[in-house]
Each structure stands twice: as C-alpha cells, then as structure tokens.
C-alpha cells in the first residue's frame, strides 16, 4: 500500500514537470489577488499585460471539489475566468516541495489520473 502511495506521488511529479520550465502556459498555478482578497488555482491559459486567463477555482474550494469529483458526484469543474492585472498580487507556480505534494499532485494522487487528462476529458 505504501508503494502505491510513493508511485503516485512520484507519476504525479510528471504533473509538475512545467517547474523545470517555469510558468508557462498549461502549468499548474496559484494566483493571488486583492481587491477582494482570494486565491485562484488552475491551469494557466494565458498572461499578458492585461491579466492573467486561468481555468481554475477559488482556493477555498479546492478540498470540496475534489471530493466530489472522487464520488463522480456533479461539479461545477474548473471554469475559465480572466483576472485583471490590477488585480494580481502574484502567480505561484503550483509545485511540490520537499514531501509536500502540489495541489496538482493531490489531485493525481486522489484521482488516479493527472489535472490536463481531466480536462481533456470534459
């Protein structure tokens, strides 16, 4: 059982592979903006000048959809949403640390496949 746990983890890291690239666009990120305070992670579409396009969800959120998503219950799933620059205090790159798995990895880890075959998927 424990090997099934650390090879998870470790195919996961395939997930964050766009660290060695840094961000880029189809990387897992975490943007942090104010103005309401809120954090968004998904998967970075695009960032420019003008803001940031991710199709993502609130941070908050994150536990409470991947339940969901491992019941096959309904979702509302990761949504586009374009964050205005003036917005955006930082984008973080989702990744692992040390033995802290990334939110991606969780996800692969819970779920058994990684975050971009989800979303191909839907």
Not at 57 to 67: A, G, H, K, P, S
């Amino acid at each position: 059982m424990q090997n099934e746990g650390a090879e998870a983890f470790t195919m996961a890291k395939t997930e964050d592979s766009s660290s060695n690239s840094g961000i880029v666009t189809g990387s897992p990120v975490i943007v942090n903006l104010h103005s309401p305070r809120e954090k968004v992670w998904g998967v970075l579409r695009e960032l420019n000048t003008a803001g940031v396009f991710v199709r993502g969800i609130d941070l908050n959120t994150f536990d409470d959809w991947l339940r969901m998503v491992v019941r096959g219950e309904r979702n509302l799933s990761l949504t586009h949403v374009f964050l205005p620059m003036w917005r955006v205090e930082r984008v973080a790159l989702d990744e692992s640390v040390d033995d802290i798995p990334s939110l991606a990895a969780q996800f692969y880890s819970r779920i058994g496949i990684t975050l971009s075959d989800y979303l191909d998927s839907e």
